[in-house]
């Protein structure tokens, strides 16, 4: 009989996000992500030479910016989500569901980790 593996689940608002890119910031002080062009060394290796940007930017906008600058390793999805509700208010419904999405995004696209408690 094959073993199953048990995964157990895991709260969104429990996880901690933490930067795998680095940023800066625009003339009106948004965070611009700077991805990089190439994620693998051989791409690097190869295509690097001929290309002139060797990052891919991304332009967030003033909710995106402020949940990117609070991001830091430490505060956890839950602290996040108290901050953006101070900062923005009403502005920011339906909260959970935006910061979401949003964390889900940056995930995708390996802007970000999430990571346990305590990691």
Not at 17 to 32: F, H, M, T
Not at 39 to 57: A, D, M, Q, T
């Amino acid at each position: 009989m094959a073993k199953k593996k048990i995964q157990k689940e895991r709260n969104l608002l429990d996880l901690v996000p933490e930067k795998l890119c680095e940023s800066v910031l625009d003339e009106e002080g948004r965070a611009i992500i700077l991805a990089p062009r190439f994620k693998s060394r051989l791409g690097r290796k190869i295509f690097e030479p001929f290309i002139k940007n060797k990052y891919v930017k991304i332009h967030l906008d003033k909710i995106g910016t402020f949940v990117w600058n609070e991001i830091d390793g430490q505060k956890d999805v839950f602290e996040l989500s108290k901050l953006l509700k101070e900062e923005f208010g009403e502005e920011i419904d339906p909260l959970y569901e935006r910061i979401g999405k949003f964390l889900a995004i940056m995930k995708v696209n390996n802007f970000i980790k999430l990571k346990e408690k305590g990691d």
